[in-house]
């Protein structure tokens, strides 16, 4: 699966559903406020423009939403690794015998 967009999916098809969950609902929030954030910046611009208003800051929106994503991306990275592990350590090496 692709983890740079969906973060969670792969580690719910490894069959570790709580932390796939868990890293699918934190991407999906942190998404939620990165446009959230787009949505108050394009607002704020309008009305700069048209109304001559002043502007209203929404970075800490933006900010939230990317570090929120973020995370879920490095617990998709830790999880992913932790099933990798796992799955050597179960699987015996399938080395061809040596020759003497």
């Known amino acids: 699966m692709n983890q740079l967009a969906t973060p969670g999916l792969g580690s719910v098809m490894a069959g570790r ?3 796939g969950t868990g890293q699918l609902l934190l991407a999906v929030a942190g998404f939620v406020l990165v446009i959230g954030w787009f949505g108050l ?22 900010e939230a939403g990317g570090v929120s994503f973020m995370g879920a991306w490095v617990w ?3 999880t992913s690794f932790q099933i990798l592990r796992c799955v050597q350590e179960k699987e015996p090496t399938r080395l061809p015998p040596r020759l003497s």
């Not at 048209?50 to 970075?59: L, M």
């Open 17 to 19: 559903r709580v932390a």
């Open 41 to 62: 910046t394009a607002s704020n611009t309008y009305n700069q423009i048209v109304n001559d208003a002043e502007p209203r800051p929404a970075g800490w929106l933006g």
């Open 76 to 78: 998709a990275w830790v």
